[in-house]
C-alpha cells in the first residue's frame, strides 16, 4: 500500500511540474506574440485583390435603396422619372439672371439649392465613382450614379456664368420656411444669391471647383468635350477662389444661419488636390505642399470629413498620390505629412486603438452632434474603406496607432459596423435608411413625401401635412435621416427635424460608403 502512494505521488507531482512548464510556454509565446504584433514583425500584405469579387446581398440591395433618394431631390424637368410622386418643378430658376438654373438638387426636405453642399455631394459622389465604379457597375448603380451627378454638374455649369461670378443659393431660407407645399406647385419668388469680386466666397468657390475637377475625371472616357469644359470651370472658381479669399460667411451673413462655413483653408486644399489628380500640373501639388499646406493643413490634428471640413478627405486624397504616385512626388516629405494626418484620423476611429476617440454610442457608432448625427459615422466610414483599400491595393500591411498596429482588415471592419449599426444593428432594430428593411422612420421630415399628390395646397395650408399624425403618403426611399441621439434613442415624429430630416449630402457618403462595401476589388492607381 505504502510503495503504491509513493508512486502515484510520484506521478502527480511531475504532472503538477508538467503543466506549469506548459503554462509558462504558452506564456512567453503569447508574450512573444503580442510583442510582434505591436512592432509588426507578424504582419504580412494580405493579397491585393482583384476585379470586383461576390456581391454581398445586403449591402447591393442598401445601394439601390440608397441612390433612389438623389432621384427623388431632382429639380427641373425630370428625365425618365422614376419616383410616382414627383415631377417637374422649379422650371424658372435662374430667370431673374436670364440663366437656366432649373436643374440641380433640393438640399434636404425643403426646396432650397444651397450651393456649398450641393457642390460637395458632387465631390464625393465623384469620388465613389472613381473609387468604386467596378463594383457599382457590377450591382447595375454605376449609371444612375453617374446620371445624378451630371443633374448637379449641369447645374454648377450654367451657375458659373463668367469667371468671377458663381450663383451659390437659389431660393430665400427664411420665406421657404415659412411654407410646406411640393415642390411640383411651389409659388414663392426664388431669388438669387451670387459671389463676385465685391462678395466673394472661397469656401463655396473651390468646394465646386472641387466637384467640377472630380467629376471631370468621372466623364473624361465617355464624353471627353464635356469633361474639358468641366475642367475649364474649374480652374477659373479656383482661380476666383484664391484671389479673393474672403468667406462667404463673412461677405454674405444671411448664410450664417443655414450653412455656416468655419473657414476656406480646408476647400483650397481640397479643391487644388483635385485639381492635381485631373490634371497632372505641377502647379497645383506646389499648392499643397507649400506655404498654403503650412497655413491651412494643420497636419496631426484628426478632424471630421463633412460638407463644412474636407481636411480629412483630403489628406485621404493626398495619401492617394504617396501610395501609388510617381516617385518624383510620392517621395515628398509634406506628402508624407498629409499621409501621417490621414492615419492619425484612422487610429481616432479604430475603438481598439490607443488613440480611439471616445466619441461613440454604448454600441459603437460614431457620435459627434445633435443634428444629422449620422452624417459623420458615414463620412468617417468610408474615408475608412477607402483608406483600406488603398492599403490592400498597395499591398501596405499595416498602420500604426501609438506603436499598435492595424491591418486593412480592421479599417474594414470599423467601417462595416458603422454601416450595419445605419441599416438596422443597434438597440432599436431600425434602418435608419428610408426603404430599406422591415422597419424604419414612417415621418420624415420632407415636404414632398408628407403631402399627397393628389392634394391642393398653397403656402401655408399646407402646414396640416406637416402637423399630421399619419405617416407620410409617399416614401422617401433612399433617405438617410439626421439619426439617433449619443443616448441612442430616436424620435419618429415629422416636426422633429434634427433627427428625421434627410440631406443629399447624406446620400452622397452612404452611397460612398456602400459601393465600398458591396464587393472588393483592387482600386486604380491613376483616376486618368
Known amino acids: 500500500m505504502g510503495e503504491k502512494s509513493g508512486s502515484r505521488g510520484g506521478w502527480f507531482g511531475w504532472f503538477i511540474v508538467l503543466i506549469v512548464v506548459a503554462v509558462i510556454a504558452i506564456a512567453i509565446a503569447l508574450t512573444v506574440k503580442q510583442k510582434?504584433?505591436?512592432?509588426?514583425?507578424?504582419?504580412?500584405?494580405?493579397?491585393?485583390?482583384?476585379?470586383?469579387?461576390?456581391?454581398?446581398?445586403?449591402?447591393?440591395?442598401?445601394?439601390?435603396?440608397?441612390?433612389?433618394?438623389?432621384?427623388?431631390?431632382?429639380?427641373?424637368?425630370?428625365?425618365?422619372?422614376?419616383?410616382?410622386?414627383?415631377?417637374?418643378s422649379a422650371l424658372k430658376d435662374g430667370s431673374e439672371a436670364r440663366l437656366d438654373l432649373s436643374?440641380?438638387?433640393?438640399?434636404?426636405?425643403?426646396?432650397?439649392?444651397?450651393?456649398?453642399?450641393?457642390?460637395?455631394t458632387a465631390t464625393v459622389l465623384s469620388w465613389t465613382i472613381l473609387e468604386y465604379g467596378d463594383q457599382m457597375k457590377v450591382v447595375n448603380q454605376l449609371e444612375p450614379a453617374q446620371d445624378s451627378l451630371k443633374w448637379i454638374t449641369d447645374y454648377l455649369i450654367n451657375a458659373h456664368p463668367s469667371e468671377n461670378v458663381l450663383y451659390i443659393q437659389v431660393g430665400d431660407p427664411k420665406a421657404d420656411h415659412a411654407c410646406w407645399d411640393r415642390p411640383e406647385t411651389m409659388t414663392?419668388?426664388?431669388?438669387?444669391?451670387?459671389?463676385?469680386?465685391?462678395?466673394?466666397?472661397?469656401?463655396?468657390?473651390?468646394?465646386?471647383?472641387?466637384?467640377?475637377?472630380?467629376?471631370?475625371?468621372?466623364?473624361?472616357?465617355?464624353?471627353?468635350?464635356?469633361?474639358?469644359?468641366?475642367?475649364?470651370?474649374?480652374?477659373?472658381?479656383?482661380?476666383?477662389?484664391?484671389?479673393?479669399?474672403?468667406?462667404?460667411?463673412?461677405?454674405?451673413?444671411?448664410?450664417?444661419?443655414?450653412?455656416?462655413?468655419?473657414?476656406?483653408?480646408d476647400?483650397?486644399?481640397?479643391?487644388?488636390?483635385?485639381?492635381?489628380?485631373?490634371?497632372?500640373?505641377?502647379?497645383?501639388?506646389?499648392?499643397?505642399?507649400?506655404?498654403?499646406?503650412?497655413?491651412?493643413?494643420?497636419?496631426?490634428?484628426p478632424t471630421w470629413f463633412s460638407w463644412d471640413n474636407k481636411l480629412a478627405g483630403t489628406q485621404v486624397l493626398l495619401s492617394r498620390v504617396n501610395f501609388f504616385g510617381s516617385k518624383d512626388v510620392s517621395s515628398s516629405n509634406v506628402l508624407q505629412k498629409y499621409r501621417k494626418s490621414a492615419e492619425a484620423v484612422m487610429c481616432g476611429l479604430l475603438p481598439k486603438s490607443p488613440t480611439a476617440t471616445t466619441s461613440r454610442t454604448d454600441n459603437g457608432l460614431i457620435w459627434i452632434s445633435d443634428w444629422n448625427a449620422l452624417q459623420h459615422p458615414v463620412a468617417s466610414a468610408f474615408l475608412a474603406v477607402v483608406y483600406s483599400d488603398y492599403m490592400l491595393s498597395s499591398r501596405t500591411a499595416k498602420i500604426s496607432c501609438d506603436g499598435n498596429n492595424y491591418r486593412p482588415s480592421d479599417l474594414r471592419k470599423?467601417?462595416?459596423?458603422?454601416?450595419?449599426?445605419?441599416?438596422?444593428?443597434?438597440?432599436?432594430?431600425?434602418?435608419?435608411?428610408?426603404?430599406?428593411?422591415?422597419?424604419?422612420?414612417?415621418?420624415?421630415?420632407?415636404?414632398?413625401?408628407?403631402?399627397?399628390?393628389?392634394?391642393?395646397?398653397?403656402?401655408?395650408?399646407?402646414?396640416?401635412?406637416?402637423?399630421?399624425?399619419?405617416?407620410?403618403?409617399?416614401?422617401?426611399?433612399?433617405?438617410?435621416v439626421g439619426g439617433p441621439f449619443r443616448n441612442e434613442s430616436f424620435i419618429d415624429s415629422r416636426n422633429n427635424s434634427m433627427q428625421t430630416e434627410p440631406s443629399t449630402y447624406n446620400s452622397a457618403v452612404i452611397v460612398g460608403l456602400l459601393s465600398g462595401l458591396v464587393t472588393t476589388s483592387s482600386v486604380a492607381q491613376s483616376f486618368t
Open 36 to 88: 510582434m504584433h505591436k512592432n509588426g514583425s507578424d504582419f504580412e500584405a494580405a493579397p491585393v485583390p482583384g476585379p470586383p469579387g461576390a456581391v454581398t446581398q445586403k449591402y447591393a440591395d442598401a445601394l439601390k435603396t440608397a441612390m433612389q433618394f438623389l432621384e427623388i431631390q431632382k429639380a427641373g424637368k425630370l428625365v425618365n422619372n422614376k419616383i410616382s410622386w414627383r415631377g417637374d
Open 103 to 120: 436643374k440641380g438638387m433640393y438640399d434636404a426636405g425643403d426646396h432650397i439649392k444651397f450651393g456649398f453642399p450641393m457642390a460637395f
Open 188 to 265: 414663392g419668388e426664388r431669388p438669387l444669391t451670387q459671389l463676385n469680386t465685391s462678395a466673394p466666397g472661397t469656401e463655396v468657390a473651390a468646394e465646386t471647383a472641387a466637384a467640377m475637377a472630380a467629376a471631370s475625371l468621372v466623364f473624361k472616357s465617355t464624353d471627353s468635350e464635356y469633361s474639358s469644359l468641366l475642367l475649364k470651370h474649374s480652374k477659373q472658381l479656383f482661380t476666383f477662389a484664391d484671389k479673393y479669399r474672403k468667406s462667404y460667411s463673412v461677405s454674405i451673413p444671411d448664410v450664417q444661419n443655414f450653412y455656416n462655413s468655419t473657414g476656406y483653408g
Open 267 to 301: 476647400e483650397l486644399l481640397w479643391a487644388a488636390s483635385w485639381l492635381y489628380h485631373a490634371t497632372g500640373e505641377r502647379s497645383y501639388f506646389e499648392y499643397v505642399t507649400g506655404k498654403n499646406g503650412e497655413d491651412f493643413a494643420n497636419w496631426g490634428s
Open 414 to 480: 470599423f467601417a462595416l459596423s458603422q454601416a450595419d449599426y445605419v441599416l438596422g444593428n443597434n438597440p432599436l432594430k431600425m434602418s435608419y435608411l428610408v426603404g430599406y428593411g422591415d422597419k424604419y422612420p414612417q415621418y420624415v421630415h420632407h415636404r414632398g413625401a408628407s403631402i399627397p399628390v393628389d392634394a391642393t395646397t398653397g403656402c401655408r395650408d399646407g402646414f396640416r401635412w406637416l402637423k399630421s399624425d399619419k405617416p407620410n403618403p409617399n416614401v422617401a426611399i433612399g433617405a438617410l
